[in-house]
């Protein structure tokens, strides 16, 4: 007799390792690319192939953080309402044992990377102690949790400085963690609007208020940090600080008027005027910088 087998079990747990890792949320990777841009070497294809490779690992290091967090939170996940059937672990759709097994091939990647991007595994181990930090202790700790967020947004870019062994610049630094904390405290801000405390504890230290001061406070300095950046040291791209502008702008209306942001990567996916704004910032920014 000829023995069928069931195929769906191993198809599922295959689709699920894939949501694991959120392959939608490697675009946050794009901070990575930052330095090829500003710096002008994206005329270079040895600088492309070093950025890529870069942003490469990083989306490798993101997927093993977003891993270790779905297994720390799994009992949690399990107990709420949509989390239990999007989250591949929670749902049931992938096993822990295959999770872990999963983590250690990302972990002996990033090890066997050092050997080709020493620099750059330096800044990704720097980025998975922290979100270590993060998972099981400090993303309980109010503004410093969003601190933690924002500074892995940081650690991208530099990581992409250090992959084509450039200097950052200070204004490119502050510039970054200022529109990275605006983000991580929009996102606050609506899960708190949507859900309260109940999915993540350490909302119940926030009102909407205090987190529309962190918001705002962060797009000014934004805008004003950015605006010095480029009058200082990129004269050429005055043309893009209306972008920037008209962006968070934009953004901030998503967020009052059409309740979104809490996802930042949907608005910017979704979001026809924010994704066409980022296009044309990007375009100009090569226009000017090429331009004599």
Known sequence: MREVYNTDQPKSESLGLIKLIRPKQWVKNAFVIAPLLFSGEFL???????????????????????????????EKDRAHPEKCKKRPLASGQVSPKSAIALLIVI??????????????????????????????????????????????????????????????????????LSISLYLASIKRRQELLQTGSQTRGVLAHYTVSLIDRFAEMSAVTAIVFYSLYVMQVQPKLIITIPFVMFGLFRYWFI??????????????????????????????????????
């Open 44 to 74: 270079k294809l040895s600088s492309i192939y070093q950025t890529l490779f870069a942003t490469f690992l990083f989306c490798l290091a993101a997927s093993a953080v977003y891993i270790v967090n779905d297994l720390k939170d799994i």
């Open 107 to 176: 972990y002996i990647a990033l090890g066997c990377a050092w050997l080709i991007a020493p620099k750059v595994i330096y800044v990704i181990l720097i980025y998975l102690l922290l979100n270590w930090a993060y998972t099981f202790k400090l993303k309980h700790e109010p503004v410093i949790e969003i601190f933690i967020v924002a500074f892995g947004f940081v650690l991208r870019v530099y990581a992409g400085a250090v992959a084509l062994s450039v200097p950052v610049s200070h204004w490119m630094f502050i510039t970054t």
């Open 255 to 292: 967020v009052e008027s059409l309740e979104g942001g809490e996802s930042p990567t949907d608005v910017v996916i979704q979001d026809k005027q924010i994704l066409m704004t980022v296009i044309l910032w990007v375009v100009c920014c090569f226009w000017s910088l090429t331009s004599v």
